[in-house]
T-cell receptor, first 116, second 113 residues
Framework: GAVVSQHPSRVICKSGTSVKIECRSL??????MFWYRQFPKQSLMLMAT?????????EQGVEKDKFLINHASLTLSTLTVTSAHPEDSSFYIC????????????FGQGTRLTVV | QKEVEQDPGPLSVPEGAIVSLNCTYSNSAFQYFMWYRQYSRKGPELLMYTYSSGNKEDGRFTAQVDKSSKYISLFIRDSQPSDSATYLCAMANSGGSNYKLTFGKGTLLTVNP
C-alpha cells in the first residue's frame, strides 16, 4: 500500500510555544490530506481537510488560528499547533488520499504531543 | 442515531479462532468501505477496501459488504496474538471533492495465545 510518513512521532513542548508536524506521502501524490486528533480509547476526530494549493477546510469547533494547516505540495502537508497549551496534548494523525476517485486513505504513524 | 455504529467490545478470543467484526450504517450515500487496524499509539493501517456489495478476501481477512442491509463485516481466520489491536470500520460517500471518512468507534480485539 501507499506510504505516508509523519514526523515527529513524539514531541514535548512548553506551554505557549508552537509545534509543527509534517506529513509526507512517499510514493504517491496526495491531492487531499486529512488531519485527525485522537483521544485515548476513542475514535479519530477529523480536524481539517486540506487540498494542495488551497486553504484547508476546518471542521466545526476546530480553531483555524490555533491549528494552522499548510498543503504546499502534492506530497507534503504540515500542521502547526500555535501557542500550545496542556489541553492541546493529544495524538495527531494525518492521512492522505490516493487520487481523486473513491479511493482509500492511508495514514501516518501519528504524533503524540505533550504540552507541559 | 450515529451514522456508523460499531460495537467497541472488548472482544477476547483464543488463538486460532475465527473473529467476526461488524459495523452498521444509516447513510445510504456511503459507497466506499474500509477496515483499518490500529495498534496502540500508532496510526491506522489499511486492511481492506471495497466499494461493492459482496465478499473480498485477502489472506486471512475477508471483508463483506451488504448495502441492502447497510451492514459490513470483517472476518479474521486463524487469529494470531499479533492481530490484537483496535479495528476501525470507515466509510466514504463520495469520490469527489467532498470525500470524507466516517469512522466507527473501533473494536478492541485481544487474541490470547
Amino acid at each position: 500500500g501507499a506510504v505516508v510518513s509523519q514526523h515527529p512521532s513524539r514531541v514535548i513542548c512548553k506551554s505557549g510555544t508552537s509545534v509543527k508536524i509534517e506529513c509526507r506521502s512517499l510514493d504517491f501524490q496526495a491531492t487531499t490530506m486529512f488531519w485527525y486528533r485522537q483521544f485515548p480509547k476513542q475514535s479519530l476526530m477529523l480536524m481539517a481537510t486540506s487540498n494542495e494549493g488551497s486553504k484547508a477546510t476546518y471542521e466545526q469547533g476546530v480553531e483555524k488560528d490555533k491549528f494552522l494547516i499548510n498543503h504546499a505540495s502534492l506530497t507534503l502537508s504540515t500542521l502547526t499547533v500555535t501557542s500550545a497549551h496542556p489541553e492541546d496534548s493529544s495524538f495527531y494523525i494525518c492521512s492522505a488520499r490516493v487520487g481523486t476517485g473513491g479511493s482509500a486513505a492511508f495514514f501516518g504513524q501519528g504524533t503524540r504531543l505533550t504540552v507541559v | 442515531q450515529k451514522e456508523v455504529e460499531q460495537d467497541p467490545g472488548p472482544l477476547s478470543v483464543p488463538e486460532g479462532a475465527i473473529v467476526s467484526l461488524n459495523c452498521t450504517y444509516s447513510n445510504s450515500a456511503f459507497q466506499y468501505f474500509m477496515w483499518y487496524r490500529q495498534y496502540s499509539r500508532k496510526g491506522p493501517e489499511l486492511l481492506m477496501y471495497t466499494y461493492s456489495s459482496g465478499n473480498k478476501e485477502d489472506g486471512r481477512f475477508t471483508a463483506q459488504v451488504d448495502k441492502s442491509s447497510k451492514y459490513i463485516s470483517l472476518f479474521i481466520r486463524d487469529s494470531q496474538p499479533s492481530d490484537s489491536a483496535t479495528y476501525l470500520c470507515a466509510m466514504a460517500n463520495s469520490g469527489g471533492s467532498n470525500y470524507k471518512l466516517t469512522f466507527g468507534k473501533g473494536t478492541l480485539l485481544t487474541v490470547n495465545p
